[in-house]
């Protein structure tokens, strides 16, 4: 991790009963410009979920502002760092969920699965009678996961409880250990699990990018990088950047360099992932707004036009 590069980056969450999420949001951005931080933080009344960066003073005062205004000290946060800020705004959002299941029932304050340590987790792999499942939607799984890992196919977490209930009904009396990003879906995913009967749930602790940060390379049992909802798109080991990869910005998926060079993408319009998915409308859309992103560039500015980073997670 360079912790002399320029912006320090801090990945955060936590459920918690949040009483009156409206009025938490708006305390929040007001903290948050004014410390000069940006990034997306998600409040809903099961708790707060974001990503904020700013320079490491900056930063640690929106961190305070965050514990003071919602009471949370035990926040789970995980610091990286970047060359350049990787978000164009702050925005703060009230949401029903900040990590969306669809399942209003599903409690991780009420039961969740085993937490593991990254330094643990190596061992929890070798069970033989291990269900490794990959929390993370199918894009994010293609360009890096653990060695043996189901990719479920998801396009959204939201699908995640069918594909267990179509998929997994006969895996119940088998151990189960989950890993997503930074461990927020992961909370929510073995909440559903216990519900659904799965009896020994377990799940990484901090996630993928706490095991990135913690484990050495050499004993890693991860292969490729792990995506980042961000400018910087996927991080390694260390939690250094992966340069190799890039972004659809008509559909802000990850696009390794074979992808960009096949015949559906088009710089800020279109890739293979989303070609189909959109209209022809949706297609001129892009069109006009990478035109206006290049003509800011020329000029020396930055294009700030409609949001289009997908929400944290």
Known sequence: MDTAAA?????????????EPEAVRGLLEQACISAGVKGTLLV???GINGTIAGAADDLDVAVAAIRSITGLDGLEIKFSFADAMPFLRMKVKLKQEIVTIGDAGVDPLLASGTYVEAKDWNALMERP???LIDVRNHYEHRIGT??????PHTASFRQFPDYV???LAD????PVAMFCTGGIRCEKASAFMLQEGFTEVYHLNGGILRYLEDVPAGESRWSGSCFVFDERVAVGHGLAPDR????CHACRRPLTPADREGPHYAEGISCHQC???????????ARERHRQMQIAKARGAQHIGPESQPDIE
């Open 44 to 46: 809903a009344r099961e």
């Open 146 to 151: 653990f060695d043996g890992a189901v990719d």
């Open 165 to 167: 209930r179509e998929q």
């Open 244 to 247: 190799s990869l890039g972004l």
């Open 7 to 19: 912006i320090r980056i801090a990945a955060l969450y936590r459920f918690a009963r949040i009483g």
């Open 171 to 174: 895996a119940k009396g088998r």
């Open 129 to 131: 009678d291990l269900v």
């Open 275 to 285: 070609i189909d998915e959109m209209s022809p409308q949706q297609r001129a859309s």
